[in-house]
């Protein structure tokens, strides 16, 4: 950030930054499951949370509020993953930083919408 505290890189966004931890996250759930699942599940399961932060990204860098929007909501919608190799409390730690993204990015999505209007 700068120093009258706007944000100047998407890395200063609170969306992003909680999004990075979800990543973090899962790198360190996804060493946990099955060898038998190392190059599919593994690798699908990252990439959609990776997609997240990338999205994030990405729209921060656009200009126009409707392609800002547009990828706020595919980071949205990377959210989902069925997981099944994971204990109730790592399912728990995962699933509350998960909602934390999405509320962030909800926000993202209407602050966007009433620059838009």
Same mark, same amino acid.
Request: glycine share 4%; charged share 25%.
């Given at each position: 950030?700068?120093?009258?505290?706007?944000?100047?890189f998407?890395?200063?966004?609170?969306?992003?930054?909680?999004?990075?931890?979800?990543?973090?996250?899962?790198?360190?759930?996804?060493?946990?499951?099955?060898?038998?699942?190392? $190059?599919?599940?593994?690798?699908q399961?990252?990439r959609? /949370?990776?997609?997240?932060? +990338?999205? @994030?990204?990405?729209?921060?860098? *656009?200009?126009?509020?409707?392609?800002?929007?547009?990828?706020?909501?595919?980071?949205?919608?990377?959210?989902?993953?069925?997981?099944?190799?994971i204990?109730?409390?790592? $399912?728990?730690?995962?699933?509350?930083?998960?909602?934390? /993204?999405?509320?962030?990015? +909800?926000? @993202?999505?209407?602050s966007?919408? *009433?620059?838009?209007?």
């Amino acid at each position: 950030m700068n120093e009258a505290g706007k944000i100047k890189f998407f890395t200063d966004l609170d969306t992003w930054k909680e999004a990075h931890k979800l990543v973090l996250n899962i790198y360190r759930l996804v060493e946990k499951f099955p060898k038998k699942e190392q $190059f599919i599940l593994n690798s699908q399961i990252i990439r959609a /949370v990776i997609s997240i932060t +990338s999205n @994030l990204a990405e729209g921060f860098g *656009r200009r126009g509020i409707k392609e800002k929007i547009q990828f706020y909501y595919l980071a949205q919608s990377s959210l989902t993953e069925d997981v099944y190799y994971i204990n109730n409390i790592e $399912f728990n730690k995962v699933w509350d930083q998960t909602i934390i /993204v999405h509320k962030l990015i +909800s926000g @993202l999505i209407r602050s966007m919408k *009433r620059i838009k209007s």
